[in-house]
């Protein structure tokens, strides 16, 4: 069996793919984390702020996130406080989820450090670099 791999071949590709997603992710989330929050939390707290009141299984397909690991993110956010739940009036089997002041305050806090973050990480880039690194990752959507 031959593990070897060529420079610029699609396992190499992978390999610094894989780097720079580890050192982006170092620099993109300290606010977040400062603030007593996971990644999936902030998440839950931008969909909610920017879309309003939704269904939980639309939050999930949003935020992509696994119906377990986001019951357990939805108890312990409605416990601090950031969110509340009621039963959705059109199907009583469903629950709608929304932000209290508490969690449209917090998300107003973070929001302006978590957006210097993501600016200082890709400011590298110029606009047209952005562009093109934009167009190559959506590329992947469609690989199901």
């Not at 610094?16 to 050192?23: A, H, M, S």
């Not at 917090?106 to 047209?128: D, W």
């Amino acid at each position: 069996m031959d593990i070897s791999w060529e420079q610029n071949s699609s396992i190499h590709t992978q390999i610094v793919f894989k780097k720079v997603e580890r050192t982006i992710n170092s620099k993109i989330g300290k606010s977040i984390r400062e603030a007593g929050l996971t990644t999936p939390q902030f998440s839950v707290l931008d969909v909610l702020y920017t879309k309003g009141e939704m269904r939980v299984c639309d939050l999930i397909t949003k935020i992509l996130a696994t119906s377990g690991n986001m019951t357990v993110i939805l108890k312990n956010m409605e416990r601090d406080g950031l969110i509340y739940r009621h039963k959705d009036s059109k199907d009583k089997r469903a629950f709608v989820l929304g932000l209290t002041e508490d969690g449209k305050k917090l998300f107003e806090q973070i929001l302006p450090k978590h957006r210097q973050e993501i600016e200082n990480v890709y400011g590298i880039l110029s606009k047209e670099e952005r562009q093109t690194l934009i167009s190559i990752l959506k590329k992947f959507k469609n690989l199901d």
